[in-house]
């Protein structure tokens, strides 16, 4: 971290009239999915736009880098933590439905899959393949997260998102400039806040929740569930997926530390335990090694990794 252990330990900082903390020195294990990494110099979760407004100005003031987190889900934090500020929209939390033009206007920190749950109880159809995805709303718009060959880009109309220097600006699919799996938003500091989805009506209640939960048990019995993980390590390059170029080298069940390759999936890679993030970026590099030498194919990551590594 930044700060010397010669330097007195930092305390919390009130904001706002009410009761919302800046805190120093979090843990960033318990907010991400594979449950390792180190900890926030500075970690921030504001439940309200003015809580926001208020964290954006402390952050102006601050000499500081800013690290944005959602469900982090997508995520590798290194052990050695993060410096500066960690902004989490996991408790920006609003829905609004607009029934007659079958839009949903969804806060940043709402579990994606949640969502796709309340639009198939309403017979609208577009976000079935969203059931399985562990993220919210706000990762799934920068990551243009998708499954079964559709994905955030097909539905959403707009994401409302704000600058570290408080401007807000409201961006088209074409302006956020997507691709698979990536958008402008991407190594980007601004922050979303909301996002409006496009919905088709005119389905039966049944016909949606059907094809939302066979699309939840194909995800369910195809990839691992039980132990932690980031889903998907590696995007996939054409033709071959990198699950099965994984799989054709035989390396399902490699372990370093308690890292391992999944047996039942080996796109993804588990924390069996007590796997350090180091555990896990060793053997995300290993893989890559693996597969580029057999194959000539980099797989590029889809988790984002974040923080200091040793080198290899």
């Excluded at 880009?153 to 409302?160: K, R, Y």
Aim: glycine share 8%; with cysteine; charged share 15%.
């Amino acid at each position: 971290m930044s700060l010397s252990l010669s330097c007195p330990p930092l305390s919390p900082i009130q904001l706002c009239a009410s009761d919302y903390h800046i805190y120093p020195n979090v843990s960033l294990a318990s907010h991400t999915s594979y449950r390792v990494g180190g900890k926030a110099e500075w970690y921030a979760a504001p439940r309200t736009w003015e809580d926001l407004q208020a964290t954006f100005d402390w952050f102006q003031q601050q000499d500081l880098p800013l690290m944005l987190l959602g469900a982090g889900s997508n995520l590798l934090i290194s052990d050695r933590g993060i410096d500066g500020l960690v902004l989490s929209t996991r408790h920006l939390r609003h829905r609004q439905v607009d029934m007659d033009s079958a839009r949903i206007t969804v806060a940043a920190g709402e579990p994606i899959a949640k969502v796709a749950w309340q639009v198939a109880k309403l017979g609208w159809r577009g976000l079935e393949w969203a059931v399985g995805i562990p993220g919210t709303v706000g990762g799934a718009v920068v990551m243009n997260a998708g499954a079964h060959n559709q994905s955030a880009a097909d539905c959403l109309v707009s994401a409302l998102v704000v600058s570290p220097n408080g401007t807000v600006a409201t961006l088209t699919p074409e302006q956020l400039n997507y691709s698979y799996r990536t958008s402008a938003l991407q190594g980007d500091q601004r922050l979303v806040i909301e996002a409006t989805f496009q919905l088709q009506p005119g389905f039966t209640r049944e016909e949606v929740m059907a094809t939302t939960q066979n699309n939840l048990q194909q995800r369910k019995s195809s990839q691992p569930y039980d132990k932690p993980s980031c889903g998907s390590v590696f995007r996939n390059p054409t033709p071959h997926a990198a699950g099965w170029l994984i799989e054709e080298l035989g390396l399902k069940g490699y372990r370093l530390g308690d890292a391992e390759v999944s047996q039942r999936h080996a796109n993804f890679i588990l924390n069996c335990g007590q796997a350090t993030a180091e555990d896990i970026f060793r053997l995300i590099h290993h893989v890559q090694e693996q597969v580029e030498s057999r194959w000539s194919v980099l797989l590029e990551p889809e988790v984002k990794i974040l923080g200091e590594f040793s080198v290899l």
